[in-house]
């Protein structure tokens, strides 16, 4: 009896160090992983902040667990506190790509993509989890285009103006140059009938040339 009950003493500690060698590897995997991961206790304080956490917003992780301030650090703005307090603590509700600014140790901001799957897949002593990805590159680099977009847009505008304002002027030339093309034949036309009708021999001469004649 007291060899079986060794026995499962035994089996029972070699259990247990695998089990606990498992979870030092998974605390290990998620510490290191290239993601953030932010979890949350039951009073809304962070007990979770992965090396990417500490990466992206230069806080270490022993200047954010359990600080009762933490949020206020990463999130100045009293109405986004509130919001993300709601939404892990309150509503507990899942959500996928919300985009969000943290702000970083140096004063910068950090634009995030959170996504949230805590309430379809619990975690003991974490009320709410969630993970993150620094889009930051990503979304300056959508309004730098976007900048660039708009420019190109504006000078489109500008040089189809310039070529409407062109175009009216080209017309209203080439009316002008027609309506002076009509005037001077009407008046040739007149001048002609003038002569033809005059009782008198009429001549018109320029630069030593008979342009007309009647008689």
């Known amino acids: ?20 060698r498992e979870e030092e590897r998974l605390r290990l995997l998620i510490h290191h992983m290239p993601v953030m991961l932010i979890a949350f206790d039951e009073f809304g304080r962070i007990v979770a902040w992965n090396a ?4 992206v917003t230069g806080f270490t992780r022993r ?12 999130y100045p703005d009293r109405d986004i506190r509130m919001r993300i307090i709601r939404q892990h603590l309150i509503q507990a509700d899942d959500y996928r790509g919300w985009e969000i600014d943290v ?17 379809q897949f619990p975690v003991q002593g974490w009320a709410s989890w969630t993970i993150g990805f620094d889009i930051t590159a990503r979304k300056l680099a959508e309004m730098e285009l976007k900048r660039h977009h708009d420019h190109l847009d504006e000078l489109v505008r500008e040089r189809t103006a310039e070529l409407e304002r062109a175009n009216r002027m080209l017309k209203k030339e080439i009316f002008k140059k027609e309506k002076t093309k009509e005037a001077l034949k009407e008046s040739e036309s007149r001048y002609r009938r003038l002569v033809e009708m005059s009782p008198d021999a009429v001549a018109a001469i320029r630069a030593g040339r008979l342009l007309a004649s009647a008689s």
């Open 1 to 20: 009896l007291f060899v079986i009950g060794y026995i499962d003493v035994f089996k029972l500690k070699k259990a247990e160090d695998t089990l606990s």
């Open 103 to 119: 702000m970083a140790k140096d004063g910068g901001a950090r634009t995030v993509s959170w996504y949230n799957i805590s309430h």
């Open 52 to 55: 990417e956490c500490e990466r």
């Open 63 to 74: 200047e954010i667990l359990n600080d009762e301030k933490a949020l206020e650090f990463l």
